[in-house]
């Protein structure tokens, strides 16, 4: 069985001394009773359901997973019983509105219980959290009569909720789907159509399904300009919000997958079935970002659950395991042999995996700061800038985290050796269960061209320049010139950082000239330039945390060990992770002829 353990002592560290979410939250009228005692009991108790209920049921999940029968899906063992409790909690409308029987806690805390249950069992949280984006987009884009009679059952959790895009000859290109609908006397709309990879797109956990529906009228628009959004129950709800009869919504079967086992992904067979119209006509694409945005971070947290999880199996391995001699000499000598742990290459690993978690729950924790601004932001004005950096921010988020959370869950596995390969520690899982943090909710390549593309070079690097401009603010704070009594300890973190600021600044100005007269330049350049963007942005919190710490390491805590290990942590980082960001350059810069010139016989 998966051991985990809630990494609280961190999870306080950046939302208490990073970030301070206390002083953020005093500036908002809503939160105003969310007081470090609260959010100790929210992370607590989230903690022990994570560990208690879910942590036990991720190997168990994995190896039965889902069953399909005549149309209905059977979640693994326990999956129902566990969100029986989730839902008596009343943890899945912890960050939504009072309203609609939400606790009204801001997103950012949301985050933290999505982090905590995502790292025990990633594909029991996929249930939850499918629906977490319907509701944001009802919220958003619903009218008063889908809020009070749909909204409300999802914030409590007794119906869960879906997004259904993808079609068999459509993935990341909307534009092409075929699913149709057609307008009824009653203005509803009859949909027909199919849609394939929906997660949680059908179970046993609730007694409905709130299916969220991209698909085209007669009259519409060719292409992503003439697709509109639609609400369909998979169970109709009568005038009274009862249940009614079943609607023409039939699940074809569940995929064979490479890893999330526990969490259906299914076909969905759409029959004329009764849906309703979210917002306007012809605006589905324009709505249903509001929905891919929210699991884009939400995915961007699936890569610090994999780096997390994978850590807590590797290191006490590291620690136990004994394996040759250190090269320096004996470091145990009373035992046959050293633990692995003393090994530099294997320290390498675990200490990529340890930057990688907490560096990413920091960026993540970050933009829930965001998060909880645009929700409570009255002005247009303002909350266009915070929307703007939010995007700009998001694919660098789901792209980068995910890659590198990859990248840590195949560290452990090889921390493991052959113990890794098999079954039985768990981390083959991770692996797999990593693999898919890459693909769905848009690919890297789609995240880099978003961020290249879209949020830097079409807005002339507006929000690049602002968040550049909050990072060299920061350097200076700190630099030698300043009067700050860490601005020595700091030296190591800051002139890195400053270069590489001014140099992505730079090869952003290039790029846009090259892709002038050749446009190949942007998806050559794009997904290298992305990692580029998430190794800078890590390095700002991991120097933020640095600086953090040693404040901390000076008062004398009794814990200053975990301070002190933060400072290291950080020197390793910028030592041995950062350094990455000078192939990338090169790479990012290359003349793409190399990659088109080539005829397509030729592969």
Known sequence: MTIYKAPIEDIKFVIEDLLDFYKHYKKFPAYQEVTPDLVDMVITECAKFSETEL???????????????????TTPKGFKEAYRKYIAGGWQGISHPIEYDGQGLPPSIGLIRTEMIGTANWSWSMYPGLSLGAMNTLIRHGDEYQKKTYLTK????????????TEAQCGSDLGLIRTKAEPADDGSYAITGSKIFISAGDHDLTENIIHIVLARLPDAPKGSRGISLFLVPKVLVNEDSSLGEANSVSCGSIEEKMGIKGSATVVLNFDKARGYLIGEKNKGLEYMFTYMNTARIGIAIQGVCSSELAYQISLPYAKERLSMRSLSGKKYPDQVADPIIVHPDVRKMLLTQKSISEGGRAMIYFAGKMIDELDQCKDEQSRKHIDDKLGFFTPILKGFLTEVGFESANNGLQVLGGHGYIVELGLEQIVRDARIATLYEGTTGIQGLDLLGRKVLLQRGKPLKSFAKEILGFCKKYSVISKNEHKYRMKKFIFPLIKAVFNWRRYSLMIALKARKNRDMIGSASVDYLMYSGYVTMAYFWAMMAQK??????????????????????EFYFEHILPRIRALGKTMMANPQSLMRITSEQF
């Not at 942590?55 to 899906?73: F, I, T, Y």
């Not at 040693?550 to 009794?558: L, W």
């Open 55 to 73: 942590a036990p049921l991720n190997q168990s999940g994995d190896r039965e997973g889902c069953h399909w029968q005549d149309g209905k899906v």
């Open 154 to 165: 999802l914030t409590q959790g007794e119906w869960s909720g879906t997004m259904c895009l």
């Open 549 to 570: 710490a040693n404040e901390q390491i000076a008062k004398k805590p009794k814990n200053i060990e975990f301070y002190r290990a933060k400072v290291r942590t950080a």
